[in-house]
């Protein structure tokens, strides 16, 4: 099974790693927040607009640029 730093996500410019920083988890650029929040947001059933509103720091452009970023 692929980690997730083999899936080619250096090139989105949305999210960032750093591995001093939540333990090496991808986060949104320029904060502390795990791209996979959005993902789990998204299958419970949240929009794009509500999971900017929980997790501020997080941009609008931000999370549309992850859920496009393969």
Same mark, same amino acid.
């Given at each position: 099974m692929p980690v997730r730093a083999d899936l080619g996500w250096a090139g989105c410019a949305a999210v960032e790693r750093d591995p001093l920083r939540v333990s090496g988890a991808w986060v949104f650029r320029g904060t502390r927040i795990p791209e996979a929040a959005l993902f789990e947001n998204l299958e419970d059933g949240v929009s794009? !607009? /509500? %999971? $900017?509103?929980? %997790?501020?720091? $997080?941009? #609008? /452009? #931000? !999370?549309r640029l992850r859920a496009c970023c393969t």
């Open positions: 794009l !607009a /509500e %999971f $900017v509103d929980l %997790f501020p720091g $997080v941009t #609008q /452009e #931000q !999370a």
